[in-house]
């Protein structure tokens, strides 16, 4: 067929065809249920990741290029700052329409997509937990991505015990003095806004504080770019902290809140991975369709192989379970319920670990094609992997619903 051909001639434009396509089995339409508004931007987002994400996808991970001017493309329409308050450039959207625009632009390139989610994350942190100073200061800017943010938790020695993090800020007059590092900042050393997590405090959780850092700060400095196996249009680096001073100003909340901000931001963010997550999956099922009705062996189709089939088919019903369990403890967030920081951590360790194993299946379906570059799934597989780990591993998800189910 057609279709066969442009695999083998260009696969980007073949991925391209496939994402634009709108004859999606109703099965797994993942604008089944949405409100007309949301169908509308889930359209542009789908068409956005298409045309502006998908045909350099392969080029941004080989090449490792972090793709700044099309991510100002897409805070252009209003992806930059999704559910943070207009007044400052945001889009003022709910947790359900952000988790379906980024499963949509996922769809074109997971890798950007996530480090756009962390961005979110970051600009909402400010917006809900600065002051109206602060809001007006770095909101904008950070909305229409002419600035990018990055999330500093993370530490060399702490990563799910976070609590134990080291960095340490001491207080001099009307300045904090900065000594520590960060490991494995996304956008590390190319962004300008630093969200950091530091100890003003005692040991444990209370004595944490949140501060905001700008690049250019002296004694702000970054380690090499790490080399990784998937989300490779993101730079990541350590973040080091070397008598770096920082005016009291720059502090979101009070002291000692820094872990608690850390958290809640954390609630979105793990429903924004999760999302992305899905759109992997959901280009995934999509490649593995068209594979198996182009692709003869043993004189027919893949298509008509019983057992290939019945994996499509799990494939498609774990997509759609994952979709509705994200767009579920999405709901729970946005409505504030006492539940739903739970249910965020059941949806990303039930949706990244589901749609990881959906990619993987897919990329079996190619075969030997799968493994080769030229072939979109090799990427989503490999872009994908990571979310099982960072925003909270997948252990540290299934600790937070046990505890929340054990205790009496």
């Known amino acids: 067929s057609a279709m066969a051909m442009a695999w083998r001639a260009a ?5 391209r065809l496939l994402l634009g396509r709108r004859g999606i089995a109703s099965c797994i339409d993942p604008s089944t249920g949405l409100t007309e508004d949301q169908k509308e931007f889930q359209k542009v987002a789908l068409d956005f990741a298409a045309k502006e994400m998908a045909p350099y996808m392969a080029e941004w991970d080989e090449k490792e290029i972090f793709p700044v001017e099309t991510m100002r493309k897409a805070a252009q329409l209003g992806f930059g700052g999704i559910y943070v308050k207009p007044d400052v450039g945001g889009s003022g959207l709910s947790r359900l329409d952000t988790s379906i625009i980024f499963e949509a632009l996922s769809t074109g390139c997971t890798s950007t997509t996530a480090y756009m989610s962390i961005h979110n994350m970051c600009v909402w942190m400010i917006d809900t937990f600065g002051n109206e100073e602060q809001r007006r200061r770095f909101c904008p800017s950070l909305c229409s991505m002419e600035k990018f943010a990055s999330y500093c938790l993370t530490e060399p020695g702490s990563g799910s015990d976070a609590a134990s993090l080291l960095t340490s800020a001491q207080r001099k007059g009307d300045t904090y003095v900065l000594n520590g590092s960060k490991a494995f900042i996304s956008g590390g050393g190319d962004t300008d806004v630093y969200v950091v997590m530091c100890r003003t405090g005692g040991p444990g959780p ?3 504080s949140c501060l905001v850092l700008e690049k250019g700060m002296p004694g702000l400095s970054f ?8 989300w490779n249009s993101q ?3 350590a973040v080091i902290f070397e008598d770096c001073v920082v005016p009291v100003g720059n502090r979101l909340g009070a ?6 901000i850390a ?3 954390l609630n979105g963010g793990r429903i924004n991975i999760a999302s992305c997550s899905l759109g992997a999956a959901h280009a995934s099922v999509l490649l593995a369709q068209e594979h198996l009705t182009v692709r003869k062996q043993f004189g027919e189709p893949l298509a008509n192989n019983q057992y290939l089939q019945f994996r499509l088919a799990e494939m498609a019903t774990r997509l759609v379970a994952a979709r509705l369990m994200v767009r579920n403890a999405a709901r729970a967030l946005q409505d504030g319920r006492e539940d739903a920081a739970v249910l965020c951590s059941m949806a990303k360790l039930f949706a990244t670990d589901e749609c990881f194993g959906i990619c993987n299946q897919a990329l079996q379906m190619h075969g030997g094609y799968g493994y080769l570059k030229d ?3 090799q990427q989503f597989v ?3 992997r990571v979310h099982q780990i960072l925003e909270g591993t997948n252990e540290v998800m299934r600790m937070i619903v046990a505890r929340n189910l054990l205790q009496g």
């Open 235 to 237: 730079p990541t680096r």
């Open 223 to 230: 380690g090499k770019k790490e080399k990784k196996v998937g």
């Open 11 to 15: 696969p980007r434009a073949a991925a």
């Open 375 to 377: 072939y979109a799934v």
């Open 255 to 260: 002291e000692g809140q820094g872990f608690s």
């Open 263 to 265: 958290m809640q931001g």
């Open 382 to 384: 490999r872009d994908i």
């Open 206 to 208: 209370k004595g944490i």
